[in-house]
């Protein structure tokens, strides 16, 4: 009896197991990101970037570096004041079902399992950008995503959310430039100076 018990138990642990590899192994959501231009024949002004308090550290930290590894603008700093172009960002994530009750239970299923029993969760993401240039705000961009992840033991729990957030950085450079914006909107705002060279 206690043979049976145990070859239960380890089967059972073992579907679970594999449950959370066919969680994991289907291959993470990829999310389509568009083409923006990188290599420019002038990189953009200097920009500082103030980022909401509501963003944790990881999504703030992950917007600068990703827009510093573009090399588009001259000079990418956080929250500098008196910057002459700022960009006021508002990321905010919530659970798609718009509780957050789903996601405690899921939590405290998953923590009582040690994360052995995978949990999916399904989020959106949403990305709020105000451009001001010397004070005046001149240009608004809004942009949204839905993505979900299964989570477990041995899942990365902010793998999803660096994608989102590189994909909705993706969708902020590609209308940029097609609005044109730095190439003649900010230039013309800060006297012609607002394009250098590299």
Same mark, same amino acid.
């Given at each position: 009896?206690? !043979? =049976?018990?145990?070859? =239960?138990? /380890? $089967?059972?642990?073992?579907? &679970? &197991? ?10 993470? *959501?990829? &999310? ?16 500082? /970037?103030? @980022? ?10 992950? #917007? &600068?570096?990703? @827009? ?8 990418? !700093?956080?929250? !500098?004041? $008196? ?17 957050? +009750? +789903? ?9 009582a399992s040690l994360g052995v029993i995978p949990m999916r969760y399904e989020h959106v993401y949403a990305l709020s950008v105000t451009v001001v240039v010397r004070g005046d705000e001149i240009k608004?961009?809004? #942009?949204?995503?839905? +993505? ?15 994608? /989102?957030?590189? =994909? @909705?950085?993706?969708?902020?450079? =590609? +209308?940029? *430039? ?21």
């Amino acid at each position: 009896m206690k !043979r =049976a018990g145990t070859i =239960a138990l /380890v $089967g059972g642990l073992a579907l &679970l &197991l594999s449950g959370c590899q066919t969680g994991a192994g289907a291959g993470p *959501q990829t &999310l389509s990101v568009p083409a923006y231009r990188q290599n420019l024949e002038k990189k953009y002004p200097p920009i500082s /970037v103030w @980022l909401n308090g509501g963003a944790n550290h990881d999504s703030a930290e992950l #917007f &600068l570096a990703e @827009l510093r590894a573009t090399a588009m603008f001259t000079d990418v !700093r956080d929250r !500098r004041a $008196g910057a002459p172009v700022v960009l006021e960002i508002l990321f905010q994530k919530t659970e798609k079902d718009g509780s957050s +009750a +789903a996601g405690v239970a899921k939590g405290v299923v998953s923590g009582a399992s040690l994360g052995v029993i995978p949990m999916r969760y399904e989020h959106v993401y949403a990305l709020s950008v105000t451009v001001v240039v010397r004070g005046d705000e001149i240009k608004n961009y809004r #942009f949204s995503r839905e +993505a979900g992840s299964t989570l477990f033991l041995l899942s990365d729990p902010w793998a999803k959310e660096r994608q /989102v957030c590189r =994909a @909705l950085l993706a969708d902020l450079l =590609a +209308a940029m *430039q097609a609005d044109e914006l730095f190439e003649q909107t900010v230039p013309a705002l800060l006297d012609g100076n607002g394009m250098r060279s590299e």
